[in-house]
T-cell receptor, first 113, second 116 residues
C-alpha cells in the first residue's frame, strides 16, 4: 500500500477551522483517500473518503490536490469533541488487501478552549 | 442502535494464562476484524474473517487465534499472553467490500488488556 505522511500533532482554537494535511506522493490511480479519527479511549470512526473530487459530509470536507499527491481534511468549526488522532489512509479497492485498512501514525489534534 | 460491542472493556490476566476477548455485532456485516493497538501507536490488523473465511496477517504471532461461530460473534484467544501483549484490542466490522466501492469499518470501543 502507498504510504502517507502526516504531522505528528496540531493545535486549533475552538470554533475555528482546522486544516489537517496528508502527503501521499506515491498514490496510485486507483487508491482512495480515507480519513478516520480516534477519540480518546474509543475505537476509530470513519470521517470521510474520496478519489479525485473534493467531498463534503456532515463531519468534514476533504480537499484533494489536482495531482492527488496530497489532501487536506477540513473541520469547519472545531469543537472540544474533535480532539482526536486523525488518520489518513490509502486503500486500493481493486487490490488483494482491499478489505483492510493500514493505519499510519496519524495527527494528534488538540483543540484549545 | 446497531453497533459493535466488546466485552469485557478491561481485562487483567497473568503471564501465560489464556484469555479470550469477545466481540458481537448487530450490523449483520460479513467481515469482522481484530486489531491490536499498543500505547501511543496506530491500530495494527491481526486477522479478519470474511464470512467463515479466516485471513491471518503474515506477522501475527501464533499465540493469537480467532473463532467466529456465527455472523454476530467473533472471539480473540490469546493462548499464552506475554507482557508485550498488553494493549487495546479493537474489533471492527464492515459489509463485504464491493470491487471499486467502499464500505466503511465500524469499530467497537475496544478491550484494554493488561498482562501482569
Amino acid at each position: 500500500d502507498a504510504k502517507t505522511t502526516q504531522p505528528n500533532s496540531m493545535e486549533s482554537n475552538e470554533e475555528e477551522p482546522v486544516h489537517l494535511p496528508c502527503n501521499h506522493s506515491t498514490i496510485s490511480g486507483t487508491d482512495y483517500i480515507h480519513w478516520y479519527r480516534q477519540l480518546p479511549s474509543q475505537g476509530p470512526e470513519y470521517v470521510i473518503h474520496g478519489l479525485t473530487s473534493n467531498v463534503n459530509n456532515r463531519m468534514a470536507s476533504l480537499a484533494i490536490a489536482e495531482d492527488r499527491k496530497s489532501s487536506t481534511l477540513i473541520l469547519h468549526r472545531a469543537t472540544l469533541r474533535d480532539a482526536a488522532v486523525y488518520y489518513c489512509i490509502l486503500r486500493d479497492p481493486y487490490s488483494g488487501s482491499a478489505r483492510q485498512l493500514t493505519f499510519g501514525s496519524g495527527t494528534q489534534l488538540t483543540v484549545l478552549p | 442502535d446497531a453497533m459493535v460491542i466488546q466485552n469485557p472493556r478491561y481485562q487483567v490476566t497473568q503471564f501465560g494464562k489464556p484469555v479470550t476477548l469477545s466481540c458481537s455485532q448487530t450490523l449483520n456485516h460479513n467481515v469482522m476484524y481484530w486489531y491490536q493497538q499498543k500505547s501511543s501507536q496506530a491500530p495494527k490488523l491481526l486477522f479478519h474473517y470474511y464470512d467463515k473465511d479466516f485471513n491471518n496477517e503474515a506477522d501475527t504471532p501464533d499465540n493469537f487465534q480467532s473463532r467466529r461461530p456465527n455472523t454476530s460473534f467473533c472471539f480473540l484467544d490469546i493462548r499464552s499472553p506475554g507482557l508485550g501483549d498488553t494493549a487495546m484490542y479493537l474489533c471492527a466490522t464492515s459489509r463485504a467490500p464491493l470491487t471499486g466501492g467502499y464500505n466503511e469499518q465500524f469499530f467497537g470501543p475496544g478491550t484494554r488488556l493488561t498482562v501482569l
